[in-house]
């Protein structure tokens, strides 16, 4: 049984920028899509950005162009780096692997939603304020 441990939350100001972190431990194989979500005070949890087993990424519309998810060789570490922060950016960021194979999850893990054959981390918290 896996575990993902996220590091990296913190309280910055709009424009700012963050880098979470994201460790599997006892990930025995690659071929799951590894992924952030948020979930927005009062709001449901959405996927923000994803990583498919072949490395194609997808990403949320209203982050696009600001974050990048991205993968170390071993695939068991998985970060996003957050860029020119905004007020809607806040919320609990959660680090999740598929246990679905990546490969029917479309490009990038598009059709990944996380309702359902999802190990989440524990999350961590993201403020942002002007």
């Known amino acids: 049984h896996f575990q993902l441990m996220e590091s990296g939350g913190d309280s910055v100001q709009t424009g700012g920028s963050l880098r979470l972190s994201c460790a599997a431990t006892n990930l025995a194989t690659p071929k799951y899509c590894m992924g952030w979500f948020r979930q927005a005070l009062g709001k449901g949890r959405e996927r923000v950005a994803s990583?498919?087993?072949?490395?194609?990424?997808d990403y949320h519309g209203s982050v696009r162009g600001r974050f990048t998810v991205s993968q170390d060789n071993t695939k068991t570490k998985l970060d996003l780096q957050l860029n020119n922060l905004r007020l809607d950016d806040a919320g609990m960021y959660y680090c999740a692997v598929s246990r679905l194979p990546s490969i029917i999850l479309g490009r990038g893990c598009r059709n990944w939603s996380g309702r359902e054959h999802t190990t989440w981390g524990q999350g961590t918290q993201v403020t942002i304020s002007t």
């Open positions: 990583i498919a087993a072949d490395g194609a990424t």
